[in-house]
C-alpha cells in the first residue's frame, strides 16, 4: 500500500499529465479555495445517472482506457 508521500506524487504526475502546468495549479488552487467534498461531487454527478447509464459509461470508459499494471 502506497503512503501518503506516494500517492500524493502520482496524483500531481497525472494531473501535469493531462492538465499542464497552469491547469493543474488551477485545480489545486480550486479544490483548496472551494473546500472540496469529492464525495459530495460524486453524489451531485451521478445522482441523475441511471445504472444502465453509469454501466454503459464505464463500459465506454474501460474499452478507450484499457487497465495497464506498471512495474
Not at 485545480?27 to 454501466?55: G, L
Request: glycine letters at 4%; charged letters at 30%.
Amino acid at each position: 500500500m502506497a503512503n501518503s508521500i506516494e500517492i500524493m506524487d502520482k496524483g500531481i504526475n497525472c494531473l501535469l499529465e493531462k492538465l499542464g502546468v497552469v491547469e493543474t495549479e488551477q485545480f489545486i488552487s480550486v479544490i483548496i479555495r472551494e473546500k472540496f467534498d469529492y464525495t459530495k461531487w460524486q453524489r451531485e454527478k451521478f445522482d441523475h445517472v441511471s445504472a444502465e447509464e453509469f454501466q454503459e459509461a464505464a463500459v465506454a470508459y474501460a474499452k478507450k482506457n484499457p487497465f495497464k499494471v506498471e512495474g
